[in-house]
Structures are given as structure tokens and as C-alpha cells.
């Protein structure tokens, strides 16, 4: 069967590539502007040509002829957490990038046959759903055909991880758009335990550590009492994470302070999760190579603003499958 090209957009550090490779497509190109994600997303994904700039300096007829287009588009202007602002925030124009992108490829007969798009669930509510309805009508605009829906990386990708986002499958051809269907991409039972990515025992540097000399010790101590558990600590107060799962990873990860989510390892001292652990919790395979120039906050941030591969996997399967399905039958007609 046919390869599907894909380039990525905003790739980070290629979680959208690890899904759609794993799923049998052929990602190709990407660009990325932070030359830290570059530096690991060229450690790990050998064969794919990054270009590192910001995309407003990309034009359509420098991104080969693919078949498929992703962006995982900055969420920061979409993000409760966030500013609120949407397209009035300069960052909110990351859509329009992908729209004007996707304008110069058609006229480089590269228009993309699937456009894959990746962010937070409140981008669906945001200002009373006016920006995805901006959003919707522009891919409408384009051609496009919009299927999206809501997944829960713990729900739909069997790793330990409360993560929800919202994924937006833009289909230009009827046919594929009918082959594709949200149902068969149910939720599937959580197998995947913290204990298969937490190393209990693991010997870790000191820096990961929360001891005596620490000014939030003490609360840390009283709270973080049960192992199986993941803890956020919040300022004043330190929140259980129930069920085993570890809370949403986020970017601010890197930002220092206590944003890494907490552990009561089995010799009872309070650590961080690990970087790699993270990395883990996202569902990146175990030989994934952290590159060891780049220091731990870089790669907590990265590991917070990519996406869960499993989940990116099943959903580019079924767009795998549902374009297939109309080759053969144009093949066979
Ligand atoms: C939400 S993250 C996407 C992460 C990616 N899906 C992954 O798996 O790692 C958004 C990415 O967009 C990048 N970005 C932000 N502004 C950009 C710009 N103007 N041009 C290109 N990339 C940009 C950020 O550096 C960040 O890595």
C-alpha cells in the first residue's frame, strides 16, 4: 500500500510524526522554530527534513508534495490558563499562517488532501465558540471538511495521563471524509499503569529532590503520604491526583518552581518526575534519545507542549485507513 506523505507544522519535537509514522505514513518536512526542539527533534527523527524558522518566513512552494499537513498550533491564546485573547493575540495568528500556507500550496498543486490539527480543548468554547467557528468556516472557505472531537489521552491512549485536546480532521475529498469515522475510535480500557513508566527505586540526582532544606518541605511531607500517586504542588496547598493517572503535563514545566507534578518514591523521599518520565507519560517510545547538551527545563517544556503519541497514532490510523479505502475503490473502478 501507497506511503502517505506528511509535513508537519509547529512540530516541537515530532509527536505528531512519531504517531502518523507509526501508523504506516511517511512524515518528510517539518518546521519548527525553537532551536532547542530542533535540536531534539533532529536527534530522533533522522529521516524528516526540519526547517528551523519562524513560519511566517516558510512559503507553500518550500514544503514538498505531501498528502497530509499537521499543526499542533501554539495554545497558549486558547488555554483557560492562558491569555483569553484568541485571534487578538498575536499568537492566535498561527491559524492564519496554516490557512496562507495552505493557500500558496494549491497553487503549487500541493494543496493538502488531509489537514490534521492538534490543540486544547477550549479552543472549541472559546469566546462562546465564535473563534472555532472563525476557525471551521475558514477550512469550509478552503474545501475542507471538518470532523473533529475531543479525546482523553487516559481514555483513548492507554497512558496513565489526564490530557484533553481537541482534534480537527479536515478532509478536501467527500470520499475520505465518509471513510472516516470518530466510532471507530472508541475508548479502550487504561492498562498502562504510572507503575510502567515510574521507576519507584530509581537513584536520581539531588536536584529532583524535595528535602528538609526546602521552605515548602513541611507541607510537602504532611500531604504527599500514599506511593501510586501523582501530587501537584500549588503554592499553598498539594492536590492528590486520584485513579493513578498523572495530571495535564504542561509547558510551564520548564518555567521552574514547583510545576513539575510530585512522587513519594519507595525510599520515601518526595521527588519530581523525571524528565524522561514525562517524556513517558506522553507516550514517546523508551529509546527516544533526550539529547544530554540540553538542560532539564528544556526538556520538561517540550515534554508539556507536545502531544500524546498513542492518541496521534490511532487517530492517523483511521485517516490512513479511510484514505486507502478510497484508492482502492478508484483503483478498482
Ligand atoms: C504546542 S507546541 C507543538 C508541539 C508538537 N506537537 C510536539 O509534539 O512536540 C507548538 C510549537 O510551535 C512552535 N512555534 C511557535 N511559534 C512559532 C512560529 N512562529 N513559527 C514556527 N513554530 C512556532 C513552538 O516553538 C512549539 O514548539
Redesign the pocket.
Known amino acids: 500500500m501507497k506511503k502517505y506523505k506528511m509535513a508537519?507544522?509547529?512540530?516541537?519535537?515530532?509527536?505528531?510524526?512519531?504517531g502518523f509514522e507509526q501508523a504506516g505514513a511517511e512524515p518528510i518536512w517539518a518546521?519548527?522554530?525553537?532551536k532547542y526542539?530542533a535540536v531534539t527533534?533532529n536527534a530522533n527523527h533522522k529521516k524528516i527534513k526540519l526547517v528551523i524558522?519562524?513560519?511566517?518566513n516558510?512559503k507553500g512552494c518550500d514544503i514538498p508534495k505531501i498528502d497530509i499537513l499537521?499543526a499542533?498550533?501554539?495554545?497558549q491564546p486558547f488555554s483557560i490558563a492562558g491569555y483569553r485573547k484568541g485571534f487578538e493575540d498575536d499568537?492566535g495568528n498561527?491559524f492564519h499562517?496554516i490557512m496562507r500556507l495552505v493557500d500558496e500550496m494549491e497553487t503549487y498543486n500541493n494543496k493538502p488532501r488531509v489537514l490534521f490539527l492538534?490543540?486544547v480543548k477550549n479552543l472549541k468554547t472559546h469566546d462562546n465558540g465564535h473563534t472555532f467557528e472563525v476557525i471551521k468556516s475558514e477550512l469550509e472557505k478552503r474545501k475542507y471538511i471538518v470532523k473533529e472531537k475531543i479525546l482523553n489521552t487516559c481514555e483513548y491512549g492507554n497512558v496513565p495521563q489526564n490530557r484533553e485536546r481537541i482534534f480537527i480532521v479536515c478532509f478536501l475529498n467527500l470520499k475520505d471524509s465518509e471513510n472516516f469515522n470518530w466510532k471507530n475510535i472508541p475508548k479502550i480500557q487504561l492498562t498502562n499503569t504510572i507503575d510502567n513508566v515510574i521507576d519507584w527505586n530509581a537513584e536520581v540526582s539531588k536536584k529532583y529532590l524535595y528535602e528538609e532544606d526546602k521552605k515548602c518541605y513541611k507541607l510537602l511531607k504532611e500531604n504527599i503520604t500514599a506511593h501510586n500517586t501523582i501530587y501537584q504542588f500549588r503554592r499553598v496547598y498539594v492536590r492528590a491526583n486520584k485513579n493513578n493517572i498523572c495530571p495535564t503535563l504542561t509547558?510551564n514545566m520548564g518555567m521552574g518552581g514547583h510545576n513539575v507534578p510530585l512522587i513519594l518514591d519507595n525510599k520515601n523521599r518526595i521527588r519530581k518526575l523525571l524528565p524522561r518520565e514525562c517524556l513517558l507519560l506522553?507516550g514517546f517510545p523508551k529509546e527516544m534519545i533526550i539529547p544530554s547538551e540540553l538542560c532539564d527545563s528544556r526538556v520538561y517544556k517540550?515534554a508539556g507542549?507536545?502531544?500524546s503519541v498513542p492518541v496521534i497514532k490511532r487517530v492517523a490510523k483511521e485517516i490512513i485507513n479511510a484514505m486507502q479505502e478510497t484508492d482502492l475503490k478508484n483503483a478498482n473502478n
Request: glycine share 10%; hydrophobic share 35%.
Open positions: 508537519s507544522l509547529f512540530a516541537g519535537i515530532g509527536g505528531i510524526d512519531y518546521n519548527e522554530i525553537d526542539c527533534f524558522d519562524d513560519i511566517s516558510i499537521s499542533g498550533f501554539p495554545c499568537r498561527m499562517q492538534e490543540n509547558a506522553q517540550q507542549n507536545a502531544v
